[in-house]
C-alpha cells in the first residue's frame, strides 16, 4: 500500500514570496489533516478536511495560508506572503475513517 | 485547552540500557493517548496507542500504561538499541476530536553502542 506522499521535500523561499504544497493520501482515505512542525516542537494542526469539506481550519493563519482540497483526494497548502516564522516542516496525514492517522514525510520551507 | 508535556531531551543511553521517556497531559474528559516516533529522514510512524484507563499499549519492546490519576503516559522499554535513536513524541486526542492529534515537543533518543 503506497503510503501519504508530498511534495517538494525541501523549499527555499525569500521572505513575502509564495510557496505550494502538495500532498496524496493513501488511497480511499476520507480525512486529511495539514501539521505544522517548527523545529523543536511538536506538529501543530492546521487544518482538517472530511472528503471536500474544511471540518476544522481554527488554527489556520487565514491572512496568509490557504489550504484546498478539490474532489475530495489531493491538497494543496499555499502561503502568500511567507515571513521567516513559517520556516518549517509541513506534515500532511491521513485516515480512513477509524484506525490508524498515516504521516507523509513532510516539505521542509526555509524562508530567507 | 488540551496539552501535552514530555521530558526534554536528548537522552543518552548504552545499547541494552533501559529507557523511560515520561509524558503527562492536560485534557477534559478522557482522551485516547498515543506515542509516535520519528527515525532520521522519515515521517512520523506510531508506535503504540491506549484509548482509555488502564490500557497498556505496547509495540517492538516499548510499553506505555494509560494512568488517569496521575494523568501520565510513559514510554518505557527495557533494552534499548541502536536502531531505537529517534525522536519520540507523546500525543492526545480527545473524544470528540477526531484523531486531531496535540503533540508534545518530542524528545530526541541516541543510544550508543
Known amino acids: 500500500e503506497a503510503g501519504v506522499a508530498q511534495s517538494p521535500r525541501y523549499k527555499i523561499i525569500e521572505k513575502r514570496q509564495s510557496v505550494a504544497f502538495w500532498c496524496n493520501p493513501i488511497?480511499?482515505?476520507?480525512?486529511l489533516y495539514w501539521y505544522q512542525q517548527i523545529l523543536g516542537q511538536g506538529p501543530k494542526l492546521l487544518i482538517q478536511?472530511?472528503?471536500?469539506?474544511?471540518?476544522?481550519d481554527s488554527q489556520l493563519p487565514k491572512d496568509r495560508f490557504s489550504a484546498e482540497r478539490l474532489k475530495g483526494v489531493d491538497s494543496t497548502l499555499k502561503i502568500q506572503p511567507a515571513k521567516l516564522e513559517d520556516s518549517a516542516v509541513y506534515l500532511c496525514?491521513?485516515?480512513?475513517?477509524?484506525?490508524?492517522?498515516?504521516f507523509g514525510e513532510g516539505s521542509r520551507l526555509t524562508v530567507l | 485547552g488540551d496539552s501535552v508535556t514530555q521530558m526534554e531531551g536528548p537522552v543518552t543511553l548504552s545499547e541494552e540500557a533501559f529507557l523511560t521517556i515520561n509524558c503527562t497531559y492536560t485534557?477534559?474528559?478522557?482522551?485516547?493517548l498515543f506515542w509516535y516516533v520519528q527515525y532520521p529522514g522519515e515521517g512520523l510512524q506510531l508506535l503504540l496507542k491506549?484509548?482509555?484507563?488502564?490500557d497498556k499499549g505496547s509495540n517492538k519492546g516499548f510499553e506505555a500504561t494509560y494512568r488517569k490519576e496521575t494523568t501520565s503516559f510513559h514510554l518505557e522499554k527495557g533494552s534499548v538499541q541502536v536502531s531505537d535513536s529517534a525522536v519520540y513524541f507523546c500525543?492526545?486526542?480527545?473524544?470528540?476530536?477526531?484523531?486531531?492529534?496535540?503533540f508534545g515537543s518530542g524528545t530526541r533518543l541516541l543510544v550508543r553502542p
Open positions: 491506549a484509548t482509555k484507563a488502564d
Open positions: 488511497s480511499g482515505h476520507a480525512t
Open positions: 478536511f472530511q472528503n471536500n469539506g474544511v471540518v476544522d
Open positions: 485534557a477534559t474528559g478522557y482522551p485516547s
Open positions: 500525543a492526545l486526542s480527545g473524544k470528540d476530536s477526531s484523531y486531531k492529534l496535540i
Open positions: 496525514a491521513s485516515i480512513q475513517w477509524v484506525g490508524e492517522l498515516f
